[in-house]
């Protein structure tokens, strides 16, 4: 008589995943999407507002506004949502916290993090500790017109890309097992589009701070040149 299939009780992909501890959501899905996208957008309109005001007797542009506007929510992202599971990452199947819950809510997209997998728990550790802070003070450097503001630009949008690329490219290897392949929420808007937006969003802000820099490298070069002219 052939055995019966092991009764799987997660939804998680690959269907063979061995997830004993695991406990289901208690909390819908529209009510963690609600929580994520509203937090995002108080802090987005929050930090709109505030770059509105005068920076060293002028104006930020509209496009720096929204940069700002990113580097906040980056902040809140990494160091709140990407903390948590960096510390939380054993307890989370069987942890019926709400931030366990998006992340298990999450994990339907990508079951690594439900399985607490070494790249993921490595990733999200640096990008909570590095990435986090470093965002808000990006934002700062900015509003206070600090010097070395499109340095810390380059510096956290070069180590958004290098994770994001990594943790794409980490999957591909693997043939995306762990998510349902295809699917328009689980893959497509979990996995592909919610991450996604760390390629797209850090190259731009990495080629504006490659202008920048270049900018005022050369009027730099040009005044040093200036002046040994008139000294010889």
Known sequence: MPMEAEAVNHPYWPRNLSIPNYVANDRS???ILIFLFSVSGILLFATWC???CKVSGSRLSAARRLALCWFTVCGFIHGVIE??????????PEDQSFLSQLWKEYSKGDSRYAIADNFTVSMETVT????????????LAFLYNQPYRFVLQLIVSLGQLYGAVLYFF????????????????YFWFYFVFMNVLWIVIPFVLIVDSWFQLSSCQSMFDRSTLKEKSKRS
């Open 29 to 31: 899905m529209s009510e």
């Open 50 to 52: 505030l770059t509105g």
């Open 83 to 92: 903390g948590w599971f960096s510390l939380y990452y054993a307890i989370i």
């Open 128 to 139: 909570a500790y590095m990435w986090g802070p470093f965002s808000i003070w990006t934002v």
């Open 170 to 185: 980490t999957e591909h290897r693997d043939g995306y097992i762990h998510s349902e392949y295809g699917h328009p929420i």
